[in-house]
């Protein structure tokens, strides 16, 4: 992230630091969505401690980023859906929302819901929580686009079976009862 320290985004969009391959520009777009989120919940949390430079460097090269034809060409469906989604206002978000479930869209809103999937699962692999606050904005967006889309939570969850407690009486027991 020493690009960005720096304040110089022309540096951090240049080819190679991007890269030219699908992976190298994945991996970039990550990095940077996930500093860009970082800031905007530490801006949440503790305005004090935001700093503007870096936060307008970020988003400087986030647009830089989004301008390049050529990094933008071998970005995979979800993560150029999510960074037209990130900046869109509200209504513009429900219709991005809504599209996702049409059927004449040549599969690439069914190819966006797998992979925004595949990426919530990328993400909370991680074995740090750098990505933390990123993984909550994409689990957000991915759960509702699902309920849109497919009317409920079509993902499998866990299922904890609550027996009858067992009712058992002791020789002890029936003694003292008998007792009484």
């Keep these: 992230m020493a690009v960005v320290a720096d304040a110089n985004p022309d540096r951090a969009t240049n080819g190679r630091a991007v890269g030219t391959s699908a992976d190298d520009v994945a991996a970039f777009w990550t990095v940077l969505y996930a500093s860009v989120t970082a800031w905007e919940e530490r801006g949440r949390v503790a305005p004090e401690l935001v700093n503007v430079d ?27 859906w999510l960074g037209d989604f990130f900046v869109a206002d509200p209504d513009a978000q429900q219709e991005m929302v809504a599209a996702l479930g049409d059927e004449d869209d040549g599969g690439r809103g069914e190819a966006v819901l797998v992979g925004l999937g595949t990426l919530v699962n990328q993400l909370h692999l991680f074995p740090v929580n750098a990505y933390g606050g990123l993984l909550e904005r994409l689990i957000t967006v991915y759960d509702f686009a699902i309920r849109e889309v497919y009317g409920n ?3 499998v969850e866990t299922t904890r079976f609550k027996p ?12 003292i009862d008998a007792s009484r």
């Design 54 to 80: 870096v936060q307008g460097a970020l988003r400087t090269v986030v647009d830089r980023l989004r301008g390049r034809a050529a990094a933008m060409a071998v970005l995979r469906p979800e993560m150029g």
């Design 164 to 175: 009858e407690p067992l009712r058992f009486e002791s020789q002890l027991v029936k003694f």
């Design 153 to 155: 939570d079509t993902r």
